[in-house]
């Protein structure tokens, strides 16, 4: 069973940074795609940002691109989610996904596993 943990939310003010972090339990992690989602009150989870197994490939939701940066460390079985330029509208739960393939998906229904979330609250 895969574990993933999301830490590194919180409450930031608007044009502030957080980095998320989420740490993998398998060592099958450097195989495999990993994503960001979100999902704020009311509305359905949306992707965020994805990056292939070696890092090489990346993809953003048009909201996010040149404010968000996802990276990975395959050493450390982590994957990072950098955001800068915070809006209100980034308020959401962030999850991290694995995905049981190399190649990245935006669609939420091509990945196998989810973190539990990290809250992140961006007050204007």
């Known amino acids: 069973q895969v574990q993933l943990v999301e830490s590194g939310g919180g409450l930031v003010q608007a044009g502030g940074s957080l980095r998320l972090s989420c740490a993998a339990s398998?060592?099958?992690?450097?195989?495999?795609?990993m994503g960001w989602f979100r999902q704020a009150p009311g509305k359905e989870r949306e992707f965020v940002a994805a990056?292939?197994?070696?890092?090489?490939?990346?993809n953003y939701a048009d909201s996010v691109k040149g404010r968000f940066t996802i990276s990975r460390d395959n050493a450390k079985n982590t994957v990072f989610l950098q955001m800068n330029g915070l809006k209100p509208e980034d308020t959401a739960v962030y999850y991290c996904a694995q995905r049981f393939a190399a190649s990245i998906t935006t669609n939420p229904n091509g990945m196998n596993y989810w973190g539990k979330g990290t809250l992140v609250t961006v007050a204007s």
């Open positions: 990056i292939s197994w070696s890092g090489s490939n990346t």
């Open positions: 398998e060592r099958t992690f450097s195989s495999r795609a």
